[in-house]
């Protein structure tokens, strides 16, 4: 079992920054990837970066360039985002996937970001 917990979102202007944290917990040394997803309103879920435990990255098409996805620990994902648009609006969520005992999927609760001047 894993839980994540992610922070960091609000209410910015058009350009500003953001950086958002996702802290994992509970059996971390079974994830294989950490991934930043966002849902915004009348919206399919979309990939925006992840980020594996060996170090490898990927982006949405629509963030590069923009936004930085890193890591300090084991536990611990940020996602750095600049040059905010409104279209970066919606609900931010970490997903975390576990190869122990088979592929899982654990998701947080999300952090809400609104760009809006």
């Known amino acids: 079992q894993v839980t994540l917990v992610e922070s960091g979102g609000g209410l910015v202007q058009p350009g500003g920054s953001l950086r958002l944290s996702c802290v994992a917990s509970?059996?971390?040394?079974?994830?294989?990837?950490i991934n930043w997803y966002r849902q915004a309103p009348g919206k399919e879920r979309e990939l925006v970066a992840g980020?594996?435990?060996?170090?490898?990255l990927n982006y949405g098409e629509s963030v590069l360039g923009r936004f930085t996805i890193s890591r300090d620990s084991a536990s611990t994902v940020y996602l750095q985002m600049n040059s905010l648009e409104p279209e970066d609006t919606g609900l931010y969520l970490c997903?975390?996937?576990?190869?122990?005992?088979?592929?899982?999927?654990?998701w947080g609760q999300g952090t809400q970001v609104t760009v809006s001047s």
């Open positions: 980020i594996t435990g060996s170090g490898s």
């Open positions: 997903k975390a996937v576990t190869t122990y005992a088979g592929i899982r999927e654990y």
């Open positions: 509970g059996r971390i040394f079974s994830i294989y990837s």
